[in-house]
């Protein structure tokens, strides 16, 4: 099959797990061409989006972890952290995608994802007062974000509407509001090291973990539900996990 007839075969399926959660994570099909496959789908369920620096014929980044990765989250062999792709950004792509070519050697538990429906965040905060009154915190307030030191320091809510998804999307990084509120106020101020705290306890109690073989695919919606990538290896000699990544700057309605 083409990558054209591979991405259309997947996206029903991934347009209702998209539609209910906010995400799809599963074993992807054995592409010939893994790049054209990506971009097939991305093309099959948005509107491309072209990273800064990326080539608009094929706008993919290859992750290969390294020791030293600089401002990049995705080769750092540290886990990422509950995030939304481009929490930083004004205008953020609505999908994104990742395509493992080459499975981490540390074994199958290393670089897993971890995928957390919004819509369940948000049920698991209102449990408690103190979860209420940081949702409460994060919907009205704004908070500063900047992703990486020096960086335009902008301001937006965790917590906002989004007509999509009928209720509440989230943006949400926490070094990118750390960076933020540091570059504003000197320090994180205490009730944001708290409400921050409490969405990740929220999402670690909601959480879906998925381990990455070659070949897994994962599709996200960074309104509708957060990911984290767990620590990977980064062996000196380079030759460790790697995937391709993709972004839709809008989403099409389903079935178009």
Not at 83 to 89: I, L, M, T
Request: net charge negative.
């Amino acid at each position: 099959m083409s990558s054209e007839d591979l991405a259309q075969a997947l996206r029903p399926e991934i347009e209702r797990a998209l539609d209910s959660r906010g995400y799809w994570a599963g074993q992807g099909p054995a592409a010939a061409e893994p790049e054209g496959f990506l971009l097939a789908l991305a093309r099959a369920l948005g509107e491309l989006y072209v990273p800064e620096g990326c080539d608009e014929e094929t706008p993919v980044i290859a992750t290969r972890p390294t020791p030293e990765a600089g401002a990049a989250p995705f080769d750092r062999p540290e886990p990422i952290g509950w995030h939304g792709d481009f929490a930083s950004h004004a205008d953020r792509p609505e999908l994104s995608f990742v395509y493992v070519t080459r499975a981490d050697p540390a074994g199958e538990h290393a670089g897993s994802w971890r995928l957390a429906s919004v819509r369940r965040v948000i049920d698991q905060l209102l449990t408690s007062a103190e979860g209420q009154a940081a949702f409460n915190f994060l919907r009205k307030a704004p908070l500063p974000f900047s992703y990486a030191d020096g960086s335009e320091v902008r301001w937006f809510n965790v917590f906002e509407d989004r007509s999509r998804a009928g209720a509440l999307g989230m943006r949400f990084y926490e070094p990118s509001i750390t960076r933020g509120c540091l570059a504003v106020y000197g320090e994180v101020p205490p009730a944001i090291v708290s409400a921050l705290q409490l969405v990740r306890t929220a999402a670690d109690a909601v959480g879906d973990m998925r381990t990455t073989q070659r070949g897994a695919l994962l599709v996200t919606d960074n309104w509708r539900a957060l990911h984290d990538r767990t620590e990977q290896s980064a062996p000196l000699d380079g030759i460790g996990r790697e995937a391709l990544l993709a972004f839709a700057m809008t989403r099409h309605s389903s079935g178009s």
